[in-house]
């Protein structure tokens, strides 16, 4: 079993920054990616970005890719999500997950944690 807490989330305006953190702990040796992914109310949850244990590979979602940035993992079992250039659609619940396996399905991911509220607006 893998615990996962998420923590940063909170309200800013369009075009700020925010640094979301996923703390990984339990039995980390059965997980070797962490990705990210949101849902904001009525839709599917949605990816966001991955990135594997060891930070060689990482992978984002078209929407983000170029004002997110996924790192950390590792030695500190801790993974960042820096978002810049925020913007209204980025609103949403962001949860960390994490699997044996590099995939960018929520289906595919068992281990999630309890989400954390990024609010964009002015």
């Known amino acids: 079993q893998v615990q996962l807490v998420e923590s940063g989330g909170g309200l800013v305006q369009p075009g700020g920054s925010l640094r979301l953190s996923c703390a990984a702990s339990g039995d980390i040796s059965s997980i070797n990616t962490v990705g990210w992914f949101r849902q904001s109310p009525g839709k599917e949850r949605e990816f966001v970005a991955l990135i594997n244990w060891s930070g060689s590979i990482t992978f984002y979602a078209d929407s983000v890719k170029g004002r997110f940035t996924i790192s950390g993992y590792n030695a500190k079992s801790t993974v960042y999500l820096q978002m810049n250039d925020l913007k209204p659609e980025d609103t949403a619940v962001y949860y960390c997950?994490?699997?044996?396996?590099?995939?960018?399905?929520?289906?595919?991911?068992?281990?999630w944690g309890q989400g954390t509220q990024v609010t964009v607006s002015s």
């Open positions: 997950a994490a699997r044996y396996g590099s995939s960018s399905v929520a289906h595919e991911y068992r281990n």
